[in-house]
């Protein structure tokens, strides 16, 4: 069967987790808060706007419209600077492997990321070609855990939520995966993707017999 293989851009495809982390310190800094690894993580897969509002919530800070958007353009400035220097040694193992792969089977393979930024991110390192459909946070309008972003990946591939597999790294990720109902992959740690169907540490955790199991209906 044709499948939709669904791919979560930060911390799936590249360790983007870091610049934010980085960037989003800075900011903290900036308004006389912490701002904890702890914290980062909650903040994986979250949009810029909601991630800005959950860090004002945890110093108890309230801001002006004007003030709030003028610290997620800094944020953003930083972060640009940070991904600047990006090339293809930061993608994760096995990912350029993986896509070829799939790619070579006749599947369908997007792109689903919460990202504003993932399509010059994927040129810098060199991968934008191998998706023939990318939706990030340019085009959505509900962030994850809604299920938005990966539905309308499954439309653009034309290929049913049911067959279709996301790649996730992030909690909210997960859940917008299994809402959608779609098979859901969690990349890291068990502890932190239960919610997931399969969790694996990375890509070079995943065969190409577990993958031909999903393409064969073995596993779904
Ligand atoms: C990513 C990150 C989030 C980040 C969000 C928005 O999502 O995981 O930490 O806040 O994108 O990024 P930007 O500020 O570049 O628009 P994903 O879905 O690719 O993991
Ligand atoms: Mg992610």
Redesign the pocket.
Known sequence: TKKGFIF????VIVD??KY?FLAWKKLAKRIGMDFSETQNEQ??????KR?LEKILAWGNKTLSEAEFNQLMSAK?DD?LSYIEKMDDSEVLPDIAKTLDFLIGKGQAVALG??????VPILKKVHLLDKFEAIVD?NDVSKA?PDPEVFLNASELLKVKPEDCIVFE??VA?VQAANIAKMLSIGIGDKKNLHEADYVFKDFTEISEDFLNDIMSNKIN
């Open positions: 979560d851009l930060d911390g983007t987790a934010h903040l994986k897969g979250v949009s810029r991630s953003n972060y990321s919460a990202s504003k930024n993932a946070g994850k790294d992030s990720g």
